[in-house]
C-alpha cells in the first residue's frame, strides 16, 4: 500500500535538544495526524490538523498542516528521556471510506 | 480519552491452527474499526476495514478468507487468522475512530489499540 515519506528516520539527540520531524506525500489529505508508538504497544494519537495551514501544540510539541495539504511537520521542544519512541505521520483522505495512511516513521532516541 | 481495548496481547500458535483477536471501543461506539499488521521496524499497514454489520473492505493483496474479519456490534469487532503459518506471524493492530472529536465523523482520530503479537510456530 501507499506510504508516506518521513524524514529523518532516525535521530539521536541530547536531553533538552529541539528536534524536527517531517512528512511528505504525493497525495493531498484532508487530515494530518502525529502518533507515537512505543516498543510492543499500539500508536498513540499526538497531534491531529484539520485545516491547511494550521498549527496546533500539545504541550512541547507543535505541528503543522502544510499549504499545500501535501506534507506537515512536528516540533518536539525540550527533549525528554521519555520522547523515545518511533513517530509515525498519517494522511487521512476523508469520505466514507477514511483510511489512514501512515508514514515510514521517525525512530528517536534521547541520550542523557 | 477514547479507549480502545486489544486482546490478547499476545499468542503463540502451531502451524495449522486458527487464532481470533478482539478489538473493542471501550468509551464509544465505533462503525467502522480497521485492522493493521505491522512488521519488525515497519510502519502499519493496512488489512482491512471492518464495517458493524457488513462485510469488510480488504486491502489488495489481502486474503480475506485467511483473515476473517466480523463485526457484530459497535463496540466488538474480531479478526481471526486461519490456518495460520509462520510467514503470518507480526503485530496486529486494531483501530477505531470516536464520531464525536475531530470536525466530523469521517476525519475524526483514529484510536489504536494496544496490538497483539502473534506468533506462529
Redesign the interface.
Known amino acids: 500500500g501507499q506510504q508516506l515519506n518521513q524524514s529523518p528516520q532516525s535521530m539521536f539527540i541530547q536531553e533538552g535538544e529541539d528536534v524536527s520531524m517531517n512528512c511528505t506525500s504525493s497525495s493531498i489529505f484532508n487530515t494530518w495526524l502525529w502518533y507515537k508508538q512505543d516498543p510492543g504497544e499500539g500508536p498513540v494519537l499526538l497531534i491531529a490538523l484539520y485545516k491547511a495551514g494550521e498549527l496546533t501544540s500539545n504541550g512541547r510539541l507543535t505541528a503543522q498542516f502544510g499549504i499545500t495539504r501535501k506534507d506537515s511537520f512536528l516540533n518536539i521542544s525540550a527533549s525528554i528521556p521519555s520522547d523515545v519512541g518511533i513517530y509515525f505521520c498519517a494522511g487521512q483522505s476523508g469520505g466514507t471510506a477514511s483510511k489512514l495512511t501512515f508514514g515510514t516513521g521517525t525512530r528517536l532516541q534521547v541520550t542523557l | 480519552g477514547a479507549v ?1 481495548s ?1 486482546h490478547p496481547s499476545w499468542v503463540i500458535c502451531k502451524s495449522g491452527t486458527s487464532v481470533k483477536i478482539e478489538c473493542r471501543s471501550l468509551d464509544f461506539q465505533a462503525t ?1 474499526m ?1 485492522w493493521y499488521r505491522q512488521f519488525p521496524k ?5 488489512m482491512a ?1 471492518s464495517n458493524e454489520g457488513s462485510k469488510a ?1 480488504y ?2 493483496g489481502v486474503e480475506k478468507d485467511k483473515f476473517l474479519i466480523n463485526h457484530a456490534s459497535l463496540t466488538l469487532s474480531t479478526l481471526t487468522v486461519t490456518s495460520a503459518h509462520p510467514e503470518d506471524s507480526s ?1 496486529y ?1 486494531c ?1 477505531a ?1 470516536d464520531g464525536l472529536r ?2 466530523g465523523a ?2 475524526s ?7 497483539t ?1 502473534l506468533t506462529v510456530t
Open positions: 480502545v486489544q467502522t480497521f515497519q510502519s502499519l499497514m493496512l476495514t473492505t486491502e489488495q503485530f493492530i483501530s475512530r475531530g470536525t469521517y476525519n482520530p483514529l484510536h489504536f489499540g494496544n496490538g503479537r
